[in-house]
């Protein structure tokens, strides 16, 4: 069984700076498991890493879509597990790091997730 280091917790304990640190000692790239941080412009409040932390180690899972954009569970899922299967072939250790629950355990539980199509009409519904 190839590794996965994940690095969870809820906000400000450290777990960026944590992460970074163990990717420079051990040759890793790190994969955002943060809900927000896959949102380009949405850099307040989301503690994404700065270019200069992007520019020393892999970072993956950033800056992905705009916020008006559909994104979903599922497609966080399929990208994180080709992420992580594309490190392993570099290989090089996968660091999964945020506080995204959701994210996380889809990743390490290997949830079997819907594709399900966005349905407005539904939304509006509910």
């Not at 955002?32 to 970072?59: C, F």
Request: hydrophobic share 40%.
């Amino acid at each position: 069984m190839k590794s996965l280091l994940a690095i969870v917790g809820p906000t400000a304990v450290g777990k960026s700076q944590l992460a970074l640190t163990l990717a420079q000692e051990f040759n890793a790239e790190i994969i955002s498991a943060d809900s927000r941080q896959v949102y380009r412009y949405m850099d307040i409040g989301t503690a994404k890493p700065t270019l200069e932390e992007q520019s020393s180690i892999p970072y993956h899972l950033i800056d992905l879509v705009d916020p008006d954009e559909d994104f979903s569970l599922a497609l966080y899922q399929d990208l994180a597990c080709t992420a992580i299967s594309d490190i392993h072939d570099r290989h090089k250790l996968p660091l999964l790091v945020g506080g995204s629950g959701l994210y996380v355990w889809a990743v390490l539980e290997g949830w079997s997730i819907p594709k399900v199509p966005p349905s407005p009409q539904l939304r509006q519904e509910l």
